[in-house]
């Protein structure tokens, strides 16, 4: 062997020590984090926070209601409209919420945890601002639903029991509308959307989480889920009320809103969608009855058959 080593020609001696010092440093220095990883992490953690945000929902309502739990830990798993809201710093620090068809208060006990951590030092960098000192309102139709919201008592939330088509809406800096509008014929839809530009303060933000109505087998899957889960719940099996995505963008931005649409499935074959409507910040006036069914509510069409 050294005598082999030893009749290796100079010239070959010399490139070998040049490909092993290339290759040295890569061999002996621990890898650096790239990019990729760097959002990976990010993304573990995130899931993390989110998880333990969720444990902590449902587990508030555990005592009281186990339904009510376990639905808790479902929806907001598979459901990815109330991470994003949070994720996204949708609802301000400060602000006051009204939230329309509130059910059993999901989204005030998603509030409440997220304003607790922020508190602890624990919510993730990344993230939008957490709904610290919010005042949070819902109105909800269904009795036990309100109970559920109670029960839940995390929150400094309000939860009232009111019909959103007839209730007064106070002042409010966030108004939500989560997979409740469907419920009501589109001119009772108008009437709420106007009701609810008129309540918002100027720079305020409408987020309705709806149905694209021109996708129609994604679309009739979620509304069928829908009512049945209605019709479970004893509020019968009474008809959904749809509308193309055109025709929600048409509706809002008639009423002076400035209007993002986002994607808001996850793995759900649904065609939901995220409207965030924002209050342009001079807001002028107060628009009336008159003015906002002439500016196209009644342009959307009902779904066929429903
Ligand atoms: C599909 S659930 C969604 C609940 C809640 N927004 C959530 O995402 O967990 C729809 C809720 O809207 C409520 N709702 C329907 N019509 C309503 C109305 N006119 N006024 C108040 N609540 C209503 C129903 O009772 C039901 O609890």
New binding site residues.
């Given amino acids: 062997m050294f005598s082999m080593v030893s009749t290796v020609r100079p010239a070959w001696r010399a490139t070998i020590a040049i490909v092993h010092s290339a290759l040295k440093p890569r061999l002996t220095q621990p890898r650096v984090a790239d990019a990729r990883d760097v959002a990976l992490n990010a993304r573990v953690g995130a899931d993390a926070h989110w998880r333990a945000l969720v444990a902590c929902v449902s587990n508030a309502y555990r005592a009281a209601d186990g339904h009510a739990a376990r639905f808790a830990a479902s929806?907001l798993k598979r459901d990815p409209v109330f991470r994003h809201v949070f994720e996204h710093g949708l609802i301000p620090p400060g602000a006051t919420v009204l939230?329309?068809?509130?059910?059993?208060g999901?989204?005030a006990g998603c509030a409440a945890v997220a304003a607790e951590a922020q508190r602890r030092g624990d919510w993730p960098a990344a993230w939008g601002p957490a709904p610290t000192d919010i005042r949070m309102i819902g109105?909800?139709?269904?009795p036990l639903?309100l109970q559920r919201a109670a029960a839940g008592g995390l929150a400094a939330a309000r939860f009232v029991l009111?019909?959103?088509?007839r209730a007064d809406f106070p002042r409010c800096d966030v108004m939500t509308c989560?997979?409740?509008l469907h419920?009501?014929p589109l001119s009772e839809q108008d009437d709420v959307l106007l009701r609810a530009r008129n309540a918002l303060r100027a720079g305020g933000v409408l987020l309705l989480r709806v149905h694209d109505d021109s996708a129609p087998l994604r679309w009739r899957l979620g509304l069928w889920i829908?009512r049945i889960?209605r019709a479970v719940q004893g509020?019968g099996f009474e008809p959904v009320h749809g509308r193309t995505l055109e025709s929600w963008c048409t509706v809002l931005t008639q009423l002076g809103f400035e209007v993002e649409c986002r994607p808001m499935n996850g793995r759900l074959p649904f065609a939901n969608l995220l409207l965030v409507a924002r209050q342009r910040a001079s807001r002028a006036c107060t628009i009336d009855c008159v003015d906002v069914r002439s500016a196209g509510g009644s342009a959307s069409q009902a779904a066929p058959g429903r």
């Fill in positions: 929806k939230d329309l068809g509130c059910g059993q999901l989204l109105l909800e139709l269904n639903q009111a019909d959103m088509r989560i997979d409740t419920y009501m829908d889960t509020g």
